[in-house]
């Protein structure tokens, strides 16, 4: 039971997609309503909580089922499958968590919801409670999957230049592979397009991004969705505003720390090229030898990001004999891309990596593999023109000529201490945003506020 002051404190309740790629952004948002004075209990998969080697203390963790508890969505024939299991169990176990705490005194105001999970609104309609969702990519890939969800945009979108409201142009290549490539993928796509079936009806709409960064889109999603708010980027406090003390990591990991930073420390200022490509890519084995054609051709010191499953696709001895590079299994990439060392970001773009790099000023060079990354990276260099995007042949592989000429681009020529230069303003916009009175940070007061009128209930 909780004492007479903390009932009057309002309660969240946060539920993230089971994907580390969408659990950390959540646990950033977490911790600014935590730092606003709201209680907040975080529900993940039961699966899910069986991978952390690290969670964070300070959280009430509860756990919902998604049907595959001994095995996530690697245990369902499909992805497809895995996610009407998951609203069918979801459901019924989410009903018995709240009522659940309602028994015990700890009754929810309100659930925030991973948006790809939209049909946690229901149960939030028949609790009574606010319902908020959260959309974890950036706006841009937002707009395009909202447009052919409402059938404004219509798929597949070939050979034709989108033009849509507070957006660039974007070709084919620019919009999620999904769209234009929508029969490889159909369950991912059906889920991309699903988080906006019912999202007029949520009481608030969060994106994990932040205004100056997407002002124009923001704007037209503000007309058509008006408790649409900005509340990025969901990055460690310790990394941009530094006004949470202790919030130097996102608070849970799915894999052990490997020892870098020493090494970069013997590094001198912009030398290293940092590589990775996320915790889910698989690049095919003709991709990996070009990547490490490039690297070596550079002649720069690099770090590259290898899980221990990809490794047996890198050239024979490249590992024993890369005497300007390191190569580990898993990295702690924001510590790595805040050492002064790292002068350039060879990444697949995702939107994590996206606003981690441009956080913290380092400007990329994009490798997209699929989903938004393609948007992304269309971002990254016409946009906010921070990187470059490595161009690929017919086949869709980065040479490793192209890969070697574009981080020879940003770490050696003018060109590239303008990318530089650029970074380190977004790198000054983002931190702005998340301090008191930014941008971001009055949306979270205003939301928070808004909940007060039921924690004092």
Avoid at 10 to 20: G, K, N
Wanted: glycine share 6%; proline share 4%; aromatic share 10%.
């Amino acid at each position: 039971m909780e004492s007479k002051s903390e009932a009057k404190r309002a309660h969240c309740l946060l539920i993230p997609f089971p994907a580390q790629g969408h659990v950390n952004p959540m646990l950033q948002l977490m911790k600014r309503l935590e730092h606003e004075g709201v209680r907040i209990t975080l529900a993940i998969t039961h699966f899910f909580g069986k991978k952390f080697h690290k969670v964070p203390t300070s959280t009430t963790l509860e756990y919902i089922s998604d049907g595959y508890d001994s095995g996530g969505y690697d245990e369902a024939e499909s992805f497809g499958v895995y996610m009407e299991h998951f609203r069918q169990v979801g459901t019924e176990t989410l009903y018995e968590l709240i009522e659940k705490l309602d028994r015990s005194g700890n009754s929810v105001d309100c659930i925030v919801y991973d948006s790809h999970l939209f049909w946690v609104l229901e149960v939030t309609k028949r609790f009574r409670i606010v319902g908020a969702s959260f959309l974890t990519q950036n706006l841009a890939a937002d707009s395009l999957y909202y447009h052919v969800k409402k059938g404004m945009l219509h798929i597949p979108l070939l050979d034709q230049s989108v033009l849509l409201p507070g957006l660039p142009p974007l070709a084919q290549k620019d919009v999620p592979s999904f769209l234009y490539d929508y029969e490889s993928y159909p369950d991912i796509l059906h889920c991309s397009l699903d988080q906006f079936s019912n999202i007029e009806e949520a009481d608030w709409v969060l994106c994990n991004s932040f205004y100056e960064l997407e002002q124009e889109v923001a704007e037209w999603f503000r007309k058509t969705l008006p408790k649409l708010r900005t509340i990025g980027p969901t990055v460690p406090s310790m990394f941009l505003d530094k006004r949470l003390k202790d919030d130097e990591d996102y608070g849970c990991a799915l894999f052990k720390s490997e020892e870098c930073v020493k090494w970069l420390d013997e590094r001198r200022k912009g030398s290293v090229c940092y590589v990775s490509f996320g915790s889910y890519a698989n690049l095919s084995e003709e991709q990996m030898v070009e990547i490490a054609c490039g690297l070596r051709d550079s002649d720069c010191y690099f770090l590259w990001v290898v899980r221990a499953t990809e490794r047996i696709k890198l050239p024979k001895d490249f590992v024993h004999n890369s005497e300007k590079g390191l190569i580990v299994t898993w990295c702690p990439q924001l510590q790595v891309l805040a050492h002064e060392a790292v002068g350039c970001f060879v990444t697949h773009s995702g939107w994590n990596s996206t606003l981690e790099a441009l956080s913290l000023g380092v400007p990329m060079v994009a490798i997209p593999q699929w989903a938004d990354q393609t948007t992304n990276a269309k971002y990254i260099m016409d946009v906010l023109k921070i990187g470059l995007r490595a161009l690929s042949d017919e086949k869709g592989i980065v040479k490793g000529e192209e890969l070697k000429h574009c981080i020879k681009e940003i770490m050696e020529s003018e060109k590239g201490k303008e990318m530089t230069r650029n970074a380190l303003n977004w790198k000054s916009l983002a931190a702005r945003a998340v301090e008191e009175g930014g941008s971001s940070q009055k949306n979270i007061t205003e939301f928070v506020n808004s909940l007060s009128t039921f924690g004092a209930a």
